[in-house]
Each structure stands twice: as C-alpha cells, then as structure tokens.
C-alpha cells in the first residue's frame, strides 16, 4: 500500500491550491483520511481529516477556508487550499487508516509531504 501526494507549490496570499493524494495497492478498507503538516522546528500537526462516511474536522486556522473532499472509489482524498496565508507555508503529508486485509489490524500509511509555500 502507498499513498501518493501531488498539487504543492508557490501561491500569493489569498490564492488557493489543490491537494491530491491516492491510495494504490490492495486494501480491504480505508477508514480516516487526512492532511497534516509540518514546518521547521515544529510538530506536525493535524490540519483536516474525513471518515469513511464523510464526517469532517478541522482546525480552528482552517476553518471556513479549506476543504477536504473524498473519492471513495477511487480511494483518493483532496485538500482545497483557498484564501492561503503565509502562516499556511509548510510540508504538507497526506494520512490513510488502513485495513490490508480483512483481518488484518488497521494502520496509518502516510504519503510524502509536499512543499506549500505561500508568499505575502
């Protein structure tokens, strides 16, 4: 099982980006998806997650701005960047829950980070 990030990049203050990230391999069943991030000399941190049936959080310094829309058939999970500010600036890592096999334990795979830097 392997995620795979895309969609980071350089944008203003106010501009928007698009997140992708794909789950490949064989899975019995996704459970939370999310998107974490991370900035130098600073934990990551959680910044949007969706359940398997759409239920949705986010932090408080996202909220209103970004969404975090879902594919289930296709087993990918989008971040919708809008009204970007600079203290957005960070690696961004997409998360899975993932069930290998039906009786297999659940665990979280993780993609590689992608660079978002938004300039004032």
């Known amino acids: 099982v392997q995620l795979q990030a895309s969609g980071g990049g350089l944008v203003q203050a106010g501009g928007s980006l698009r997140l992708s990230c794909g789950v490949s391999?064989?899975?019995?069943?996704?459970?939370?998806m999310g998107w974490y991030r991370q900035v130098p000399g600073k934990q990551r941190e959680l910044v949007a997650l969706?359940?398997?049936?759409?239920?949705?959080n986010y932090i408080d310094s996202v909220k209103g701005r970004f969404t975090i829309p879902r594919d289930n058939d296709k087993n990918t999970v989008s971040l919708q960047m809008n009204s970007l500010k600079p203290e957005d600036t960070a690696i961004y890592y997409c998360n899975a829950v993932i069930k290998a096999r039906r009786f297999s334990g659940a665990i979280p795979y993780w993609g590689q980070g992608t660079q978002v830097t938004v300039s004032s």
């Open positions: 391999g064989s899975t019995f069943s996704i459970n939370d």
């Open positions: 969706i359940s398997n049936v759409g239920s949705t």
